[in-house]
């Protein structure tokens, strides 16, 4: 029981843990789509991404057989869990996206693949069993811009207006360490410049609201400015000044995954899986130490005012008592 003229705490201020830990134990969807023609470091790039193996029983086609390939969707699908957290991967793969000659129908079994992901999701929310549905939705297409051109090619620009109001659309320039430094900011700046001719809408970091963090912001800001990213992949293990690091081995050198002066794959990384900075981690540490030092001493205030309304209403009776007794006496 409360001690009276005391309120009891509704619960808001669990709700935000609530959710957390609900969704926790849930666990997380995250479905991927990789679109570009072969060679361009696809598979290799999601493997990095995810540190997983997503294409075990992939056979490599030869030249004559990639001739007579037609467009296809393979689903990998990877269970990954990280802190505790679970999240359920799938990566939507288009083997055979233009490698052919004539390419007029490559876009077709895509586009068809999208449209029936959103029509089967809508119809199972419509129905009455919503609780376990499952999202194939497509929430983010990376797609592979080759380095060996000059831009855009006819078959880029045409895809990314189809695909650009139905799917997140995230411009990636593959093998990006066959280019130099001067070579990739003008092919960045050119695709940035064919996307604004073509008004093609690519994924655009905002600002954030304006409770955001400097941090955050600063970070979105970091973002945009390399869009197109340059990626690097790589699987392979390499030792460089007695340090290991994912990286391609070269005559000249080793061109390093996760070094940001060759390539922008921590950045896509982070994009694509946020973790928190360090000094947010003990910003938010130090709120919920605040946050606990008050509802202390809003319960020690609490029970200071109940230990004094009871020491009133003692007082209020034992003085009428004394006025009972006093009138008593006079009486007689």
């Keep these: 029981m409360p001690p009276t003229g005391s309120r009891e705490f509704i619960g808001f201020a669990t709700l935000p843990d609530q959710v957390h830990r609900k969704s926790v134990k849930k666990g997380f969807e995250f479905t991927l789509m990789v679109v570009g023609e072969s060679g361009l470091g696809k598979s290799t790039l999601v ?6 193996e997503l294409y075990k ?8 057989e990639k001739i007579s ?6 689903r990998s699908t990877q269970d990954i869990e990280e802190g505790g957290v679970r999240l359920k991967l799938t990566v939507v793969d288009t083997p055979g996206f233009g490698d052919a000659v004539n390419n007029t129908d490559s876009f077709t079994p895509i586009v068809t693949y999208v449209d029936d992901q959103f029509e089967q999701y809508f119809t199972d929310e419509s129905g009455l069993n919503r609780k376990n549905i499952v999202d194939n939705r497509i929430h983010c297409c990376l797609y592979f811009i080759s380095p060996f051109g000059h831009g855009l ?8 207006k189809r695909m650009h109001n139905k799917v997140n659309i995230i411009p990636v320039i593959g093998k990006s360490d066959c280019l130099t430094p001067t070579e990739i900011k003008k092919l960045k700046e050119r695709i940035l410049d064919e996307v604004d001719e073509y008004n093609i809408n690519i994924y655009k970091f905002t600002d954030g609201d304006s409770d ?26 390499v030792e460089i000044g007695g340090k290991r690091v994912r990286g391609r081995l070269y005559p000249w050198g080793i061109a390093e995954v996760e070094n940001p002066k060759h390539s922008d794959f921590i950045k896509l990384r982070n994009m694509l899986i946020r973790k928190p900075h360090a000094d947010t981690d003990a910003k938010l540490k130090e709120k919920e130490d ?43």
């Design 57 to 64: 029983q992939r056979a490599v086609l030869n030249a004559e």
């Design 47 to 52: 493997n990095s991404l995810f540190l997983t």
């Design 212 to 237: 955001e963090d400097e941090d955050t912001r600063r970070e979105n800001s970091d973002l945009q400015s390399s869009v197109p990213f340059a990626i690097i992949g790589s699987n392979t293990v």
């Design 69 to 74: 390939q037609t467009v296809e969707i393979e």
């Design 153 to 160: 090619r006819p078959i880029d620009v045409e895809f990314m």
């Design 290 to 332: 605040e946050l606990k030092k008050m509802q202390e001493m809003i319960l020690t205030m609490q029970r200071q005012m109940a230990m004094q309304q009871g020491k009133q209403q003692m007082n209020g009776t034992n003085n009428n008592i004394l006025d009972d007794r006093g009138s008593s006496t006079i009486d007689m």
